[in-house]
């Protein structure tokens, strides 16, 4: 069965500073990654996703993530955050029947000024 | 020109009524979906239709039906509505099968009173 843990439901961090936000998988073959971030009262928008193309996928908003086989890993990254970047983020593993889509339970991030 | 919308934005209505929410995309997308956002905000995949045909029809109770008039509009309608359908329904489309939810609608917010 596939599913995904985010390992913190709240990241608060300075804007200027760099953001992670923590995400494992499991999955009993190779699955598809994504991130999906969203905006209070909003829809969810694509960040970014891993295909089995290359480990490090660079997303749209300076965002990038770096699938680990070895950790079952596919954390989020920004090397400076911005305040318009506080929103939640939800990390999405694809199931084996095609489609399918499961969501992690969210990390809010939060940007001080 | 919005991509995914949903009307209405907000619903608020008593147990045991029957509601719908209409959705159209406008990108020539072939799949579209229904997800379920609870109030801890995971989401949860409902329906899903490719050119007009069901194809993802997950355990939801038999007062969902969805219905698809064309490849650009799924609706959901709900019979006799129950405290737990509180939450908030968001419709996306994806073109092709297979392939992630590529874009989303900024949800139907459902109270039940």
């Known amino acids: 069965a596939q599913s995904v843990t985010q390992l913190d439901s709240h990241v608060s961090v300075s804007e200027g500073t760099p953001v992670l936000l923590r995400c494992n998988y499991s999955?009993?073959?190779?699955?598809?990654l994504f991130w999906y971030v969203q905006h209070p009262n909003k829809g969810l928008q694509l960040l970014l996703k891993?295909?089995?193309?290359?480990?490090l996928v660079k997303g749209i908003n300076g965002f990038e993530a770096e699938f680990k086989k070895s950790e079952t890993s596919f954390h989020l990254t920004k090397p400076s955050a911005h305040m318009s970047d506080a929103a939640e983020y939800f990390c999405?593993?694809?199931?084996?029947?095609?489609?399918?889509?499961?969501f992690g339970s969210g990390t809010k991030l939060n940007v001080k000024p | 020109d919005t991509a995914v919308s949903q009307t209405p934005k907000y619903l608020v209505t008593q147990m045991g009524n029957d509601k719908s929410i209409k959705c159209e995309q406008n990108?020539?997308?072939?799949?579209m979906y229904w997800y379920k956002q609870d109030s801890k905000k995971f989401l949860k995949i409902m329906f899903s239709?490719?050119?007009?045909?069901?194809?993802i029809n997950e355990t939801v109770p038999n007062r969902f039906s969805p219905k698809s008039p064309d490849k650009a509009h799924l609706n959901l309608h709900i019979n006799s509505l129950e405290l737990g359908d509180s939450a908030v329904y968001f419709c996306?489309?994806?073109?092709?099968?297979?392939?992630?939810?590529?874009?989303f609608g900024d949800g139907t917010r459902l109270s039940i009173l």
């Open positions: 996306a489309s994806s073109q092709g099968t297979g392939k992630e939810p590529q874009h």
């Open positions: 999955s009993s073959y190779s699955p598809s």
């Open positions: 891993y295909t089995s193309a290359a480990t």
């Open positions: 999405v593993v694809s199931g084996n029947n095609f489609n399918k889509f499961y």
């Open positions: 990108l020539g997308h072939d799949t």
């Open positions: 239709y490719n050119n007009k045909e069901l194809i």
